[in-house]
């Protein structure tokens, strides 16, 4: 199957990325802390502890 096979059939997300990966960058503190506990992937955790360290230190 060739790249970009999957452009046709894809719903458009604003909450993810052309990937299929999450956007952190519009959540708040709490809806960061909730994805956090769904989510399984030590990458994912480290990018979403990332995020909610970025926004404490901006809102201090």
Known sequence: MAAGQNQRNRK?????????????????????NKLLEASNKPKEKSKILRAINKQTIVAA
Do not use: S
């Not at 909450?15 to 299929?20: E, F, H, P, Q, R």
């Open 12 to 32: 458009n997300d604003p909450m993810l990325t052309k990937t299929g990966k999450p956007r952190l960058g519009p959540l708040n503190v709490a809806q960061l």
